[in-house]
């Protein structure tokens, strides 16, 4: 396998790309380029196929993990961290599955897990912080809570839920793209979901979708 030298990262928060720098700086001599949307992480990753990704998933464009799905299966020699905080289970559990590519590091993690997530990625091994896999372990609670959303949250909730787009649901309330997006990701962390699927399962539990209109 082609030794890897890039590191591409896609987050848009300061501090976070001045730290990661630091500690690939002490790994050896690699070179760090910053992404800021998907469109910008395509072009990068199409220019240098054995290259590993860290992604901040909550603050990145990326609609779903089917869009991490894509990636990973487009890209199939890259190695991809997720970089996040707050990841639910459900996300988890299905990046373990479907994703064997793309390693989990929680921003809560000790700095010793952060380098052996970066060391792991440079020799093509998928890493999973301890604290991800103490969640995924984690049987699901049998009580639901019902949280509180706004009128607008839930009438757009109740759209993802059926289905819809995030530019037809703005079409659908004469509304921008922008604005619809900024509602859905206040949505997601407010239910601490990460996409469309673990919402929907919400909607249902919560009753804002019936079951039977969900599947017809």
């Not at 380029?33 to 998907?38: M, N």
């Not at 990326?62 to 199939?76: A, K, Y």
Request: hydrophobic residues 35%; glycine residues 4%.
């Amino acid at each position: 396998m082609e030794k890897r030298t890039n590191f591409y990262i896609f987050d848009r928060q300061d501090i976070t790309r001045a730290g990661l720098m630091y500690i690939i700086g002490q790994l050896g001599s690699y070179h760090c380029s910053y992404t800021e949307d998907k469109t910008e992480l395509v072009e990068a990753c199409k220019n240098d196929a054995n290259a590993v990704c860290v992604i901040d998933y909550t603050q990145s464009d990326l609609n779903d993990v089917s869009d991490l799905q894509i990636l990973s299966e487009r890209f199939p020699q890259l190695q991809w961290i997720i970089f996040s905080e707050e990841l639910s289970r459900d996300f988890i559990k299905t990046v373990t599955v479907t994703c064997p590519e793309v390693g989990i590091l929680l921003k809560e993690s000790p700095l010793n897990e952060i380098r052996e997530a970066l060391t792991f990625a440079l020799q093509g091994k998928r890493y999973v912080c301890q604290r991800a896999t103490e969640i995924l372990l984690t049987p699901d609670k049998d009580n639901f809570e019902r949280i509180k959303l706004t009128k607008t949250e839930t009438d757009i909730l109740r759209d993802i839920a059926m289905g819809l787009t995030t530019k037809e649901i703005a079409q659908k309330r004469v509304s921008s793209f922008h604005t619809v997006n900024t509602h859905r990701k206040n949505i997601f962390r407010k239910l601490g979901v990460n996409n469309a699927h673990e919402a929907t399962r919400y909607a249902m539990r919560a009753g804002l979708v019936d079951a039977a209109e969900y599947y017809i």
